[in-house]
């Protein structure tokens, strides 16, 4: 396949209008702050990819990962790195950044840190965001976007194949061009670069079955809550109309639906609309032969956004209530159920599960995908991993909003008067992202809205007092 010397990332990108990784640029620095002096070398190696990894070691010896995975070695040092051979039918496609170029083995003499990617695959399709940012209308064509995407993936050492961008034209939907690619029968599984499932069938990906928000760029880091991604494509797939910038040539043509790497099923793909000169990222995908895959049963810690919707007044006994009942028509087992809010006087979600601890297991909806590793995490105010959107008998939803009085679960900052006032505002959030804080917003008491319902198994612990600190009393997993 056509792959894209580095040059065409960094001497097009001011005809593409291409700005660096944010990831980069943070670690970088000011440019005038360069320490005086030979410096030592400080080597980070970082494992990434859908495959088994291996091993990796050093010589001269220090790293040894996983396990030691960074090391300091003194200034001068020439270090070798190499990596074991991967598990049967997958791929090492080698060393990145940080010096390396892409062999099975990298020499390197390092000053400063640094930071080197060891890349293991297997045979999967891959779905990432782009780590770069450039004006839609500034390409030129669509051959130029995937371009792109086939540069970033070859530089990032994603297995060698076709890799486009998750764009329509005129002529063609995104979906349409993701068919393209499939070789063999409708392609299966988009994983995202940390091995993580992102989607099934394109038909599910099109329809919102969305599992592992597509937050990662091709070397597997975390894009942000705002990143923003030009997609042109309604949230069931249709293509919106107009002319796509003039088919990716016009930075004064008419605007662009953007998505969210953040969300799940819909948000993904619409949240807002940006101009074809404003700096968007792009979703980029490669096929491989069909994979199928089956979602086991979800543990004993479950998560579900309800089907019903309650007034901001409704209290904590009708919101126990709707929970309860969607759960048992859902068929799910576990002995507790409540709804993940407030419990009035200025207290967090946390505090209505004061007394009592959760199971020693990952926090999934009923699809059976890991939103924490565990309740405790959740309780604690940590973000989603993926988003809490998917209802009790497995429907995803795109545009819900749910009741919830903080932020976070670990926060506090409106509740109705702890659900019973009609007056006032209520804290909510969007059920289909895994954004923060900035996923939740005010909804007037008066309104309707959805709730997130926890089912699963819970018992009786320490007093109250300890349990505010349950780390305290607890073993660490």
Not at 190 to 216: A, K, M, N, S, V
Not at 289 to 308: D, K, Q, Y
Not at 309 to 324: E, K, Q, R
Not at 444 to 457: K, R
Request: glycine letters at 12%; charged letters at 15%; a negative charge.
């Amino acid at each position: 396949m056509k792959r894209l010397a580095l040059v065409f990332l960094t001497g097009c990108s001011q005809l593409l209008g291409l700005s660096e990784p944010q990831q980069q640029a943070d670690a970088q620095g000011p440019a005038d702050a360069e320490p005086d002096g030979p410096q030592a070398g400080v080597v980070k190696v970082s494992m990434g990819g859908t495959g088994t990894q291996g091993m990796v070691t050093s010589e001269p010896a220090g790293i040894a990962c996983p396990g030691t995975c960074e090391f300091t070695f003194p200034v001068g040092t020439e270090v070798t790195l190499t990596a074991t051979a991967p598990a049967s039918n997958q791929v090492f496609t080698g060393f990145f950044q940080g010096g390396c170029t892409g062999g099975q083995s990298c020499t390197i003499t390092p000053a400063g840190a640094v930071e080197v990617f060891a890349r293991y695959w297997r045979q999967s399709n891959v779905w990432f965001t782009s780590s770069t940012a450039q004006k839609p209308g500034a390409f030129d064509s669509i051959g130029a976007a995937d371009d792109l995407c086939d540069g970033l993936a070859a530089a990032a050492g994603l297995p060698d194949r076709t890799y486009r961008a998750y764009l329509p034209t005129t002529t063609q939907s995104a979906k349409q061009r993701l068919k393209e690619l499939a070789v063999a029968g409708p392609a299966g599984i988009y994983l995202r670069p940390d091995g993580e499932l992102f989607g099934g069938t394109i038909e599910d990906i099109e329809q919102g079955t969305i599992f592992f928000p597509p937050r990662l760029d091709e070397f597997g880091r975390d894009v942000g809550d705002d990143a923003l991604v030009v997609t042109d494509t309604f949230a069931g797939g249709a293509t919106n109309t107009g002319t796509h910038c003039s088919d990716w040539a016009s930075e004064t043509a008419a605007d662009v639906i953007v998505g969210e790497p953040a969300g799940g099923t819909s948000r993904f793909t619409q949240v807002d609309v940006r101009g074809c000169d404003d700096e968007t990222r792009l979703y980029c995908f490669s096929a491989a032969l069909m994979e199928a895959f089956a979602t086991p049963p979800p543990g004993p810690s479950v998560v579900f956004l309800s089907f019903g919707t309650v007034a901001g007044n409704a209290g904590l006994a009708a919101m126990d209530a709707l929970c309860t009942n969607e759960a048992s028509q859902a068929g799910l087992t576990g002995p507790t159920t409540k709804a993940l809010v407030t419990p009035g006087a200025g207290k967090f979600v946390k505090d209505r599960f004061i007394g009592i601890f959760f199971a020693n297991a990952a926090a999934q909806r009923p699809d059976s995908t890991v939103i924490s590793p565990d309740m405790d995490n959740l309780m604690a105010g940590e973000p989603f991993l993926a988003a809490p959107n998917v209802a009790a008998d497995k429907e995803y939803r795109g545009a819900d909003l749910v009741w919830v009085g903080g932020d976070s679960f670990n926060s506090f900052q409106s509740d109705c008067t702890g659900w019973t006032a009609s007056a006032g505002f209520g804290t909510t959030r969007i059920a289909a992202t895994t954004k923060a804080a900035t996923g939740a917003q005010q909804t007037a008491c008066s309104g309707q809205a959805h709730l997130l319902c926890f089912n699963g198994v819970v018992a009786a612990a320490k007093p109250a007092a300890d349990m505010r600190h349950p780390q305290a009393t607890r073993a660490k997993r």
